[in-house]
């Protein structure tokens, strides 16, 4: 751990660490700091209420110590990997100062805190209904990051909505942004129902293909040792992986061949497939062979619509 990250960490631990202390000794000592007040305060401030007000706030700073070791935890432990999603340590949150909320009220209510319970989860109710549009997202966005189907990096692409890199998995949204810097907000609702393709894993390295179709006059083993030079120029592909090409079909025009390679990352498919399209084409004109192209044929006539009530011509 370099000097910057130690101090940075300590920074935030020791002031969390001395108010659990502080809180912790005040109700320890809530007799002598009650015996040291005035009477009027000690009319308002019983020992009971001092060992209450320290003992919740003693709860909430050992909460938020936890939460601090937690988060650093977590830091250290994907320190080079995916970071772990923002919605899972939002929730994590969540449970643990519900809990220290509840013992708080506890302290307080003792016997009225099932009637409060009670009360609450009925308020609750009714406002889940209400805003249950977002509570779909939320659990979807919860679901998406337990689940684990993307994670923050990964390039990915969402059936009928997008293609991007993700940046943010929110509590109602997720965030991309596409190959052209495009910013794209999804809920998370509709991310849940589609279908995802995940380009990053579980390698970031995946395979692309092109298809190419050159004259029948060839034969297909000069044509596929010519791809195969062709391709050993490129250096934006994986130089370790072997590229396949294969015939896929017979047709007037001539033979198509199909060329599979590999990709480093999605972010480099575009650039891959220039680059091999490039170097195949030059390859090829080099030893004059030309790329066959589809005939062309005769445009139709444009159909001329009848206006109604109109007379041909004399």
Same mark, same amino acid.
């Not at 960490?9 to 040291?36: C, E, G």
């Not at 990915?156 to 293609?163: V, Y």
């Given at each position: 751990m370099?000097?910057?990250?130690?101090?940075?960490?300590?920074?935030?631990?020791?002031?969390? #660490?001395?108010? %659990? =202390?502080?809180?912790? &000794?005040?109700? !320890?000592?809530?007799?002598?700091?009650?015996?040291?007040m005035g009477e009027r305060l000690q009319a308002v401030l019983t020992v009971d209420?001092?060992?209450?007000?320290?003992?919740?706030?003693?709860?909430?700073a050992g909460a938020r110590l936890t939460m601090l070791i937690l988060r650093q935890r977590l830091?250290?432990?994907?320190?080079?990997?995916?970071?772990?999603?923002?919605?899972?340590?939002?929730?994590?949150?969540a449970v643990?100062?519900?809990?220290?909320?509840?013992?708080?009220?506890?302290?307080?209510?003792?016997?009225?805190? #099932?009637?409060? %319970? =009670?009360?609450?989860? &009925?308020?609750? !109710?009714?406002l889940g209904f209400a805003i249950r549009n977002v509570v779909a997202d939320v659990f979807s966005g919860l679901a998406l990051s337990i689940e684990a189907p993307f994670r923050i990096a990964d390039?990915?692409?969402?059936?009928?909505?997008?293609?991007?890199r993700v940046v943010e998995i929110g509590w109602r949204t997720s965030r991309l942004v596409t190959q052209d810097s495009t910013y794209v907000i999804l809920p998370n609702s509709?991310?849940?129902?589609?279908?995802?393709?995940n380009f990053s894993a579980p390698r970031a390295e995946y395979r692309d293909s092109i298809e190419m179709t050159l004259p029948a006059e060839i034969p297909v083993t000069d044509a596929r040792n010519l791809m195969k030079l062709a391709l050993r120029?490129?250096?934006?592909?994986?130089?370790?992986?072997?590229?396949?090409?294969?015939?896929?079909r017979?047709?007037?025009?001539?033979?198509?061949?199909?060329?599979?390679?590999?990709?480093?990352?999605?972010?480099?498919?575009?650039?891959?497939r220039n680059e091999v399209f490039c170097a195949i084409d030059r390859t090829l004109r080099e030893r004059g062979i030309r790329i066959a192209m589809p005939p062309v044929g005769a445009m139709p006539e444009p159909e001329v619509e009848e206006v109604p009530g109109a007379r041909e011509p004399a």
């Open positions: 370099t000097n910057t990250a130690f101090r940075t960490r300590w920074r935030v631990l020791i002031p969390a #660490s001395l108010a %659990l =202390t502080a809180f912790l &000794l005040i109700a !320890a000592l809530a007799v002598p700091l009650h015996a040291l209420l001092i060992r209450q007000v320290a003992s919740s706030l003693a709860l909430f830091q250290l432990r994907n320190k080079g990997h995916r970071p772990v999603p923002k919605v899972v340590l939002d929730v994590i949150s643990v100062y519900t809990l220290v909320a509840i013992v708080s009220l506890s302290l307080f209510l003792r016997d009225d805190l #099932s009637g409060l %319970l =009670t009360g609450s989860g &009925l308020v609750l !109710a009714v390039w990915i692409q969402i059936e009928t909505l997008g293609r991007g509709q991310i849940s129902r589609q279908k995802i393709t120029g490129v250096r934006s592909l994986i130089a370790d992986r072997k590229s396949e090409i294969h015939v896929l017979y047709s007037p025009q001539g033979i198509t061949y199909r060329v599979k390679y590999w990709v480093p990352r999605h972010d480099r498919e575009a650039d891959c």
